[in-house]
């Protein structure tokens, strides 16, 4: 079931961008190293998982990070980035790696397969030119998605002609580029109904439903389909009134991803006009998932949001 939260102010249909990354950037200078960019070849959960493990595998063979990519023939900075999980790793240079650290057989094993598990092109793959592969990626991988959206509804939510509108105010010019961006939400959106589907719980502001995108058939369609997808068993759905005050939101949209394996921690993530940041810190990302508890709590129940779903739909 999915939970979908409206927000509580006019005013935080401003803030698409300010969230819980700028938040605790202001509290600690610290956490701008925590708060990344979205590079060009984002990895995957499973290529962020290789690169701890290598990591931590050079540094139980006590080696530092010069020495080992002296051994190795390498640039410092190479090893370094694939360390950093900010560049892909081939199986064959994983297999040089873990040679050059000795490394049991059966452990090298098992992260060379890591490593052609993480080389595997995802569905995104074919939409390169709109989609790096580094939210989607983390996305396709992740078992829940906690999402808070103040000014539209969610992608993974959208239907076609809500999201033509949004996608058709970026690009007015370039009804190929729109159609293009458009076939890949819709195949996005397919994430939602699979076996493996991850639990989805949605924090929309009430700005989010009020915003007239694509006109009044649009909305009335795109709402509807909101109540229907609050039904799937995998799908919850809040609103945040205004009503409900500044206690929570006002930092603005965010996403928490969490993923089945303990061991891949959750992975915050925010879009807007100037970039897009991932919040890695476990600070950081804590207090993400403190602010999203906080707006759930604050929210009207799945239940009450429906009807109020329903009534602002009858509106348009």
Known sequence: MMRLITASRNALSMIAFTNCAISC?????????????QVRHSLTVRGRRLARELRATREHADLTLEQASAALGWNRFKLGRIEAGKT??????????????????????TLVQLARDASRRGWWNSYSGIYSGGYVGLEDEASEIRTYH?????????????????????????????????????ARKTLLSRPDAPVLNAVLAESALRQRVGGAAVMRDQLTALIKAAGRSNV??????????ARAG???????????????????????????????????VSHCRVEFDRIWEAALSEEASERFITDIASKF
């Open 88 to 109: 892909r790793v081939s199986s064959p240079d994983v297999t040089r790696i873990l040679d050059v650290y000795g490394v049991d057989p059966s452990v090298n094993a």
């Open 250 to 284: 006002i930092e603005g949209s965010f996403v928490v991803l969490s993923f089945e394996d303990d061991l891949d921690p959750d992975i915050g993530y925010s879009e807007g006009i100037y970039g897009n940041v991932f919040i890695e810190g476990v600070e950081q």
């Open 150 to 186: 103040v000014q539209l509804i969610p992608g993974l939510l959208q239907t076609e002609d809500y999201a033509r509108a949004v996608i058709s105010a970026g690009v007015p010019d370039d009804q190929d580029e729109v159609n293009k961006r458009l076939h890949a939400r819709m």
């Open 25 to 37: 950037t202001e509290r600690t200078r610290e956490c701008k190293h925590e708060v990344m960019p």
């Open 236 to 245: 919850a759905v809040r609103v945040l009134p205004y009503r409900a005050g």
